[in-house]
């Protein structure tokens, strides 16, 4: 099959008509804009802002149309996104790109792999030399003596301060269906590139920072029990929230794509 045969978009275009539903109603309701509606009833791709939201909008698309939309989202991976070896949209908004088989990946690849082993080898005598004390000496490895607590006058130790939780929370409320890649300061995956139905909410979640990204606006967001104003937008969005709690935008290619 073609990567440019439209059974995507035909799939799309003769569902809706079945049901005779106008295009309008379909922004309404799924909250894509029309273009990208057009878009991807023609398979316009070009149109359309890549990657993983292609694959969200067919996803809701389809399933509002009664159709299995993730077939139809794998299918668009398949055929599109895994026929271009030089990674396609990807490399143009900046984002990794699929590495290679073979040639000189596998023998960059081989190199790396010693590197690493060669650093730990190096870390593992250093903290060998560290626990012995330099000297052989079986004393220098014994613990010292842990210091004695001072008592109030009442034989009780006197009472620490409990620790603070680290870290901000963040949770999200959908108030329609919106499609949400959710990283954490490790960049761990906590939505993993998902859609949320709408009165759906996920969290809290605890992390020193996050970066995210929207398939539209229809989202709303606290942080640390906090509302964030967000935008109100049909387009997609992403913001980076710092570990002041503070929100900023992110551009499209610094925004995570869960891929």
Same mark, same amino acid.
């Given at each position: 099959?073609?990567?440019?045969?439209?059974?995507?978009?035909?799939?799309?275009?003769?569902?809706?008509?079945?049901?005779?539903?106008?295009?309008?109603?379909?922004?309404?309701?799924?909250?894509?804009?029309?273009?990208?509606?057009?878009?991807?009833?023609?398979?316009?791709?070009?149109?359309?802002?890549?990657?993983?939201?292609?694959?969200?909008?067919?996803?809701?698309?389809?399933?509002?149309?009664?159709?299995?939309?993730?077939?139809?989202?794998?299918?668009?991976?398949?055929?599109?996104?895994?026929?271009?070896?030089?990674?396609?949209?990807?490399?143009?908004?900046?984002?990794?790109?699929?590495?290679?088989? *073979? /040639?000189? &990946?596998?023998?960059?690849? @081989? +190199?790396?792999?010693? $590197?690493?082993?060669?650093?730990?080898? =190096? #870390? !593992?005598?250093?903290?060998?030399?560290?626990?012995?004390?330099?000297?052989?000496?079986?004393?220098?490895?014994?613990?010292?003596?842990?210091?004695?607590?001072?008592? *109030? /006058?009442? &034989?009780?130790?006197?009472? @620490? +301060?409990?620790?603070? $939780?680290?870290?901000?929370?963040?949770? =999200? #409320? !959908?108030?329609?269906?919106?499609?949400?890649?959710?990283?954490?300061?490790?960049?761990?995956?906590?939505?993993?590139?998902?859609?949320?139905?709408?009165?759906?909410?996920? /969290?809290?979640?605890?992390?020193?920072?996050?970066?995210?990204?929207?398939?539209?606006?229809?989202?709303?967001?606290?942080?640390?029990?906090?509302?964030?104003?967000?935008?109100?937008?049909?387009?997609?969005?992403?913001?980076?929230?710092?570990?002041?709690?503070?929100?900023?935008?992110?551009?499209?290619?610094?925004?995570?794509?869960?891929?």
């Amino acid at each position: 099959m073609s990567p440019h045969d439209p059974a995507i978009g035909a799939a799309l275009r003769d569902a809706r008509h079945r049901r005779k539903i106008d295009l309008t109603q379909v922004e309404a309701e799924t909250k894509i804009r029309l273009r990208y509606l057009r878009a991807l009833e023609n398979e316009e791709w070009d149109v359309l802002p890549g990657g993983a939201y292609n694959r969200a909008f067919i996803r809701t698309y389809a399933d509002f149309l009664g159709l299995d939309g993730e077939r139809l989202a794998e299918e668009y991976q398949r055929r599109l996104e895994d026929s271009e070896p030089d990674g396609g949209r990807a490399r143009e908004a900046g984002l990794p790109q699929r590495p290679t088989r *073979g /040639g000189e &990946g596998a023998g960059l690849s @081989r +190199a790396a792999i010693a $590197a690493l082993i060669s650093v730990a080898l =190096l #870390a !593992a005598l250093i903290a060998i030399a560290l626990l012995s004390g330099g000297n052989g000496s079986p004393d220098a490895t014994s613990p010292a003596p842990a210091p004695k607590q001072k008592s *109030g /006058g009442t &034989g009780k130790p006197a009472n @620490r +301060a409990k620790t603070p $939780a680290r870290g901000i929370s963040l949770r =999200l #409320a !959908a108030q329609a269906d919106v499609w949400v890649c959710l990283l954490g300061a490790d960049g761990a995956k906590l939505v993993d590139g998902r859609v949320i139905g709408a009165g759906a909410e996920v /969290g809290p979640f605890r992390s020193g920072s996050f970066t995210v990204a929207f398939g539209n606006g229809s989202i709303a967001m606290q942080i640390d029990g906090k509302q964030v104003p967000l935008e109100d937008t049909p387009n997609p969005v992403g913001y980076e929230v710092a570990p002041d709690g503070a929100v900023r935008p992110l551009p499209e290619a610094r925004r995570p794509t869960c891929q």
